[in-house]
């Protein structure tokens, strides 16, 4: 298929954008920390709650399906799950694999594997007890030691473990085949009480013929790394995949810079489809498959056609425009030149998944790394951790891949490469889209573009490049309403006006980048400022004070404290002024106030400096209670404290949580000044 023209200019930084008219909403949009996004059933579910709906079930009486594999087509070379099982382990490694979506394969066996940690949240979210850790059935399907679905002795059963095969363009060029090198997707498992699908998946057990030159495993590093963030971003209302369990392989080691322990987490998603799965079957022009897979995900995925959004009444949109919904398959919609049909839907509807996830990236500092094709997700969520990191002082320029020397995957950059790679994911998609009202005639689906008659492809492309040009400007009106929306959130502002961008937004960001101030931290302290004390300039610049680390010997380059405390006093002011106008003088300070920042602005986040301390501890010291403690505060982000606080879903279930208050108070703290802004590589 040929390429379709870059679809729109790429976005510049959102604290540079020019501001875009914003609706006011309701007050409890601003403060809500859930994001309701759609289930692959078509159900609607709350992003980032912590709502307790039963005690759980047995990983037994969990309802499992394997709707990915019985719809779309499997290797051919192992056409079916017995033929895979009855091959030798070796014969399933690295090799191309054509005309298929996945292969069927196991994972590799594990001697004495050890239960280092569940996710409470993660087992809540799949319907399970949170006893079930404790089963020799969890422990075992944990590593991949019991395939559920298969009996070995008949070589039959309802399902059997696959991995998927994808492409994608690394650091923007096209790195061909790659695949689920290591990651062997077990079953769909579908929460009884909510309806709620999750894909279940082992990552680090073992070769598949998606391995290349590696070896099918991860380290104990970069698997704490992933099991952490995992459930922080969910916690956090940050659309992502989540980390069910974490065990130690105590005889593997494996070979990255240097060695290393292995690992394996449970991973789980509403689906693990990535734009890389598209790029594979359009770098082999195999249209038919393109067509199959899009069909798939219209249907199963996002849970049916009429659940896709619907032309806006302005195509390039605007924040806060919501599109229509329940539109027929069928359905036609659009001026001459311009039709949507429903693979266009389809595309909107991930365009405006990953708009929002992105918005949501900048307004919490959160870097992925390592932005590849291959690790954006159709469902818009975040996918695939290797070196990913928060934001410690703000810099725009900071990428957390120290393999990233042209800082393609800033923080900078994030919203523009999610924006080019949601255009490589046009060009796979273009004739679908470019078809418009042609896309379900006989001739096009049997014989689609013909480039050799300019009368008929002509207006193809041109619609296919309208189209996913308008969509782009979508993408930029989404991503800026809900960028809005949030950082008018932190504030503790209730409603946005346009002055706001210039005057608060982006002045505080130039500030925060000029006087090497952290990012979240700032935010969780202004949370608690009063504005009864913010009434003179004397004042402003005494508050300024709680702004500045304690651990440094200055607030800047080439800054003295008297300016700098001066900028940031002149900033509060104008803050103070907008939350008197926002609330009332009286109300500004309420305990509603600091209550709904406090809600919105962390107290805990999981910066390098603290994994690498959790990493050592639990792989040189043996220790295993700071895994589960880091977790405990990664998925409750927004509590003043934790330690001899009553939680419903603690480590150990409902009770009064026991922690370590001095590690509380450390890892909450100012960042030690020689472990900010830390890089990692790609290696895991």
Known sequence: ?????????????????????????PFSAFFSTTNKIM????????????????????????????????????????????????ADRDDLGPRQVKNAIFTWVRPEKQRDPELLAVSPAAMRDLGLALSEADTEEFRKVAVGNKIIGWDEETLSGPGYPWAQCYGGFQFGQWAGQLGDGRAISLFEGTNPATGVRYEVQLKGAGMTPYSRFADGKAVLRSSIREFVVSESLHALGIPSTRALAISLLPHSRVRRETMEPGAIVVRMAQSWLRFGNFDILRARGDRKLVRQLATYIGEEVFGGWDKLPGRLADPEGAPGDEPPRGIPKETIAGPPGAEENRFHRLYREIVRRNALTVAKWQIYGFMNGVLNTDNTSIFGLSIDFGPFAFMDNFDPNYTPNHDDFALRYSYRNQATIIWWNLVRLGEALGELIGAGPEVDSESFVTNGLNFDDDAASKPIEERAHKLITQAGEEFKAVFMGEFKRLFTARLGLKTYKESDFDSLFDSLLNTMEALELDYNLFFRRLSTLKTADLQTEEACQKAAEVFFSQVEDRPGPGTDEGKARKRVGEWLDKWRVRLEEDWSTSAADSEERVAAMKKVNPNFIPRGWILDEVIHRVEKKGERDVLRRVLHMATHPFEDAWTGKEFEDGPTGKGVYQGDKAEEERWTGDVPQQKKAMQCSCSS
């Open 1 to 25: 298929m040929r390429s379709l023209k870059p679809a729109a200019r790429c976005l510049a930084l959102a604290q540079h954008m020019k501001s875009i008219p914003y609706a006011n909403q």
């Open 39 to 86: 289930a692959l059933n078509g159900t609607t579910i709350e992003n980032g709650t912590h709502q307790l709906t039963s005690d759980g079930i047995s990983l037994s009486a969990l309802p499992k399906s394997w709707h990915f594999t019985a719809s779309l087509p499997p290797d051919a070379a192992f056409p079916t799950p017995a033929d895979s099982h009855k």
